[in-house]
């Protein structure tokens, strides 16, 4: 069974601190990665997503992939009280059009 | 880029009730939509994949009886929850996508059966 996973948290992070959030995933045939952000009570949002290995940036996020290790990151800088969330991070395989995800990792900067 | 609106945002009915929910991309041409439901405190469950013009593709253990699924457009797709009962209580969300690019989420139907 194709799985991803997340520590379900939560995570506190200190205000403008780096906040960490980690996935791992089974399917070696996975091919999309993305990370999504749902506030409390609403829909999911993309954050970032990535499909090829090392680390692609945009503004305070960064997302990592490492194919050999199946692991995929999302560093957030300079953490605000407004990145308090849950971050699911999802999957997508070769030929596959649905994305398989992880139950989400809740964040909560401290101010 | 990449809007997906889904009304109505959310409905209060009667046990028994048909309940129609839309989703539509607004900047786009949708290949695929989407269909989740999500139970407080967890994560989304996949209900259904539909492209526009056949037929919906129903994940193990939801009634496509139940849950209807027309897809009429490249921008269109609407979930007819028939005959609904309490144990329908949930957040819709439904989410399109372009081929090979992201999915992008509408801001999800909260559904009451009381």
């Known amino acids: 069974q194709k799985e991803v996973e997340q520590n379900s948290g939560p995570l506190s992070v200190p205000e403008g601190a780096i906040a960490s959030l980690n996935c791992t995933y089974s399917d070696r045939g996975s091919q999309s990665f993305f990370w999504y952000r749902q506030y409390s009570g609403k829909s999911p949002e993309l954050i970032m997503f990535i499909y090829s290995n090392g680390d692609k940036e945009d503004g305070r996020f960064t997302a990592q992939l490492n194919k050999a290790s199946q692991y995929v990151s999302l560093l957030i800088r300079d953490s605000q009280p407004s990145d308090s969330a849950t971050y699911l991070c999802a999957v997508r395989s070769f030929g596959n059009e649905k994305l398989t995800f992880g139950t989400g990792t809740r964040l909560t900067i401290i101010p | 880029g990449a809007v997906v609106s889904q009304h109505p945002s959310w409905v209060i009915c009667k046990s028994g009730t048909s309940v129609k929910i839309e989703c539509r991309s607004l900047?786009?041409?949708?290949?695929?939509m989407f269909w989740y439901r999500q139970f407080p405190k967890q994560s989304l469950m996949l209900m259904a994949t539909?492209?526009?013009?056949?037929?919906?593709?129903?994940e193990q253990g939801v009634e496509k009886d139940k849950f209807l699924i027309n897809h009429a457009s490249l921008t269109l797709s609407t979930l007819t929850v028939t005959s609904a009962h309490p144990e329908d209580s949930s957040f819709y969300i439904c989410s399109a996508r372009v081929k090979d690019q992201p999915q992008h989420f509408g801001d999800g139907t909260r559904l009451s059966i009381l």
């Open positions: 900047d786009f041409q949708a290949t695929t």
């Open positions: 539909s492209n526009e013009g056949s037929k919906a593709t129903y």
